[in-house]
């Protein structure tokens, strides 16, 4: 009888140590995850001295995780705080190296199949704790879009990177990047330089993707090769097609009303199949609350598979990935790079879309749970649950209200009377309308040939 309360005191200790937040986190990678890592690094010097490196996988993994959720102006102090941590939640082990410099030196050791490994293993976490919200109007749909970032103004980053305005504009970087529809996660992305063409980094992530998903895209993406590409890899595409959009039409329904099935053939590929598509018109208003007609084009043929009103709900759902954009830039205060080389600046940009990743991951996993939709999720309450949950690690305090606040972290649900910008804005550039597409009737001669293309085909 005198030993029950000491195992009453112990269970209770054990569940409290549980709802902590390194555990909460240790579990998001588990022994198998390591041990598919292994100690895969590139050939390099050896960081410190001794026969080991003091930077292993396991030690460069979680601070380059954590370097997205500090909070810290300078990327070293969010270095600092971020080991700080990770040797906290790892005691009793052989602690890495203190210098920011060796750190950023051991970091872009980590070989290619490593770092996609952290990737791919993120999006399993969320595609098996997304439930219901999976699939979104029957899909399995992704937005894409394109951002730029800026980077320090040094010769290498210039040469490598360049600009996108002026002679003497600041190098830029762009990242297009993949975001899940359903959950609001970033599901993946690709870097490249200031001029690099969206379209071609979409075709390159396609393989990435999974199987039969629907692809939203903006006007920019709108092409022929890109239409090919996704239906060879077998997708579909929901993009908005603009005034420079030429389209065909090979029967006499009034589908610049109505819509339909039309065709994408452009004159410099008339030896080549048209793609064939289809025009829906969906009505919203602009800016200034006006009603304006907007023409979305989709690769999925039937109407039942996919209606006007889920093409205009899934269309209006891709501002989500500029709402990640904005939090990933301003509200992490991402929107500069600290790198002064190619290579750093590009390891720099990728864990900290990792880092932005892991921090969607837990707060969609504890929204979910508790039966809510994490499209409405708040990365700034997230954000700011995850600094105060690593605010008691480094101090040594118990930290067990994480999932509490990641379950609370969601957006305002009052209505908003007044506009956001203030009264002194500065002018800014307004961006033209993408306005409508051009459908034109083909010829009895252009529809035979086009006939014999879709045959041979």
Aim: with cysteine.
């Amino acid at each position: 009888m005198a030993t029950r309360p000491r195992l009453v005191v112990r269970a209770s200790r054990l569940s409290m140590y549980r709802r902590t937040a390194p555990t909460y986190l240790r579990k998001h990678f588990p022994p198998v995850f390591w041990a598919s890592v292994g100690n895969r690094t590139s050939p390099g010097e050896q960081d410190g001295k001794g026969p080991q490196r003091r930077w292993t996988p396991h030690w460069l993994i979680w601070v380059a995780l954590l370097l997205g959720s500090i909070q810290a102006r300078r990327f070293q102090d969010r270095f600092a705080q971020a080991r700080r941590v990770v040797v906290a939640m790892r005691p009793g082990r052989r602690r890495p190296g203190r210098s920011y410099q060796g750190f950023m030196k051991a970091l872009p050791r980590l070989r290619r199949p490593v770092r996609r490994r952290v990737v791919e293993h993120l999006q399993k976490q969320v595609s098996r704790s997304s439930g219901s919200f999976w699939t979104i109007e029957g899909w399995l749909a992704f937005a894409v879009d394109l951002t730029l970032l800026t980077l320090p103004r040094t010769r290498q980053n210039e040469a490598f990177f360049g600009h996108t305005g002026k002679a003497r504009s600041a190098p830029r970087m762009s990242v297009t990047a993949v975001l899940h529809l359903g959950t609001g996660m970033l599901w993946d992305w690709m870097q490249g330089g200031a001029t690099a063409d969206g379209r071609r980094h979409l075709r390159a992530l396609l393989r990435r993707l999974p199987p039969h998903s629907l692809i939203v895209a903006d006007a920019g993406f709108v092409g022929y090769d890109v239409v090919r590409e996704v239906r060879r890899a077998g997708h579909h595409l929901l993009v908005r097609a603009g005034s420079n959009v030429s389209l065909w039409t090979f029967e006499e329904t009034d589908v610049e009303r109505q819509g339909g099935r039309v065709y994408l053939w452009p004159k410099g590929r008339r030896d080549e199949p048209p793609a064939p598509m289809r025009l829906i018109w969906v009505c919203d208003q602009d800016e200034k609350g006006r009603p304006r007609r907007m023409a979305l084009l989709t690769t999925v043929l039937d109407p039942a598979d996919l209606s006007q009103r889920s093409a205009a709900r899934l269309y209006r759902r891709r501002w989500g990935v500029e709402v990640c954009f904005r939090g990933y830039k301003r509200t992490l205060g991402q929107w500069k790079v600290q790198g002064r080389t190619p290579r750093v600046a590009l390891t720099e940009v990728f864990w900290n879309l990792c880092g932005l990743m892991f921090v969607l991951l837990l707060m969609i996993e504890a929204q979910v749970a508790a039966h809510q939709d994490p499209w409405r999720g708040s990365l700034s309450a997230a954000w700011r649950a995850m600094e105060e949950a690593w605010q008691a690690v480094r101090c040594g305090r118990a930290c067990t209200g994480l999932i509490k606040r990641l379950r609370e972290a969601q957006v305002d649900r009052y209505v908003r009377c007044g506009s956001k910008a203030a009264r002194d804005t500065p002018r800014r550039k307004r961006e033209t309308p993408p306005g409508v597409p051009q459908v034109r009737k083909a010829t009895l001669k252009e529809i035979a040939h086009a006939e014999e293309l879709l045959a041979a085909a």
